[in-house]
């Protein structure tokens, strides 16, 4: 609770204020959308998750990273920020953290793509360089949100 605080109050970096928390329940809600029993056709014929424990969560923009706190039944939660800010803190040991742009990144990841989960962060988009991001971000995940 110190860390929450202290990011909250104190943190100039992420510019993160109080109204942030209310940013967390698009995380819960999309954890919810991954937990359940999910069925889905592909080119390649159906396939299933249970209860969202194959997923690695790759979360692109995750800032200061407190939503890897709703993803703690998956496989992994992967978050990805822009080179400066300081190292999240992690709760939870299933969570690792890459500094840099995700095309600066993505060939230090083992990513397995049939189980994982891509969520782009709004920030994705906050500057010219990103929108490139995007497009890489679209490519690399077939299962994807964009929050």
């Known amino acids: 609770m110190r860390y929450v605080h202290n990011l909250l109050d104190n943190d100039q970096w992420y510019g993160i204020d109080h109204t942030f928390l209310g940013f967390m329940d698009d995380y819960e809600s999309l954890?919810?959308?991954?937990?359940?029993?999910?069925?889905?056709?592909?080119?390649?014929?159906?396939?299933?998750?249970?209860?969202?424990?194959?997923?690695?969560?790759?979360?692109?923009?995750?800032?200061?990273?407190?939503?890897h706190v709703f993803f703690g039944k998956c496989k992994g939660y992967v978050g990805i920020s822009p080179p400066g800010p300081p190292i999240p803190q992690f709760f939870?040991?299933?969570?690792?953290?890459?500094?840099g742009y995700l095309s600066e990144v993505i060939d230090q990841m083992d990513i397995d793509y049939d189980n994982s989960f891509g969520i782009a962060?709004?920030?994705?988009?906050?500057?010219?360089?990103?929108?490139?991001?995007?497009?890489?971000?679209?490519?690399?995940?077939?299962r994807k949100f964009i929050i």
């Open 31 to 67: 954890k919810g959308l991954i937990e359940r029993h999910i069925i889905e056709e592909s080119n390649d014929g159906p396939w299933k998750f249970h209860n969202g424990r194959n997923f690695v969560i790759y979360d692109v923009g995750c800032a200061t990273a407190l939503q």
């Open 92 to 99: 939870l040991p299933n969570c690792t953290f890459y500094s």
């Open 121 to 142: 962060n709004m920030s994705i988009l906050y500057d010219r360089r990103e929108s490139d991001e995007l497009e890489i971000f679209n490519r690399v995940f077939k």
